[in-house]
Each structure stands twice: as C-alpha cells, then as structure tokens.
C-alpha cells in the first residue's frame, strides 16, 4: 500500500497564492504519474493538474497560466503553486498517484486539503 498526505491547503484571498504538496510513502514502488483533482461543494470531482515520469504536464483551462505542477522524484512528492487564486478555486483538493510496484500497476488517493479563496 502506498499512502498519499497532502498539506498547504488554507484561507487566502482573490489574488493570493498557494502552495500544496503530496508526499507518497510505502515500500518498493515507483510513480508513473501523478495528479491533483478538486471538488467543489455540489460539483463533480475535476482534474486541475496531471504530471507523468517524464514530467510532461497537463493543466485543465481554468487554471492554465496561474498553476503550476511540478515533482522531486526523489522524495515522491508533488507539488501544485497556485496563483492568482480566485474564489471559484475554492474547493477541497486531492492526490491521485498512478503506482508500479514491480508488474502491479494500481493507484492510490490523499485524502484532501481545502482550499479556501475568499473575495
């Protein structure tokens, strides 16, 4: 099993920044990618930010040119800056980690921060 811890989660106003930060820890694996995903109160669960080994990166539109993901592959750690952070960011964020532990390929979920952006 490998476990996901998110902190840096809080209260900022319009305009502030952010910044979260996933550690996974466990024995014997590797990441193939990680993600992080929010939820809104009475909205669906929405990709914010993915990035793979090769630290290729994809960002949903609405927070193209504010957020920034980025990993230490050496502590298994992901990173989300946020900034210029709008009300409408408000939500609770989540890990999600893509998981190889030799030929098992599974994957495992932190269990949130929130995000609080008040106007």
């Known amino acids: 099993q490998v476990q996901l811890v998110e902190s840096g989660g809080g209260l900022v106003q319009s305009g502030g920044s952010l910044r979260l930060s996933c550690a996974a820890s466990g024995i014997d694996f590797s990441i193939n990618a990680m993600t992080w995903y929010r939820q809104a109160p009475g909205k669906q669960r929405e990709l914010v930010a993915t990035?793979?080994?090769?630290?290729?990166?994809n960002y949903a539109d609405s927070v193209k040119g504010r957020f920034t993901i980025s990993r230490d592959i050496a502590q298994n750690t992901v990173y989300l800056q946020m900034n210029k952070l709008k009300p409408e960011d408000t939500a609770v964020y989540y890990c999600?980690?893509?998981?190889?532990?030799?030929?098992?390929?599974?994957?495992?979920w932190g269990q949130g921060t929130q995000v609080t952006v008040s106007s």
């Open positions: 990035i793979t080994g090769s630290s290729s990166t």
């Open positions: 999600y980690a893509d998981i190889q532990r030799r030929n098992l390929r599974f994957d495992s």
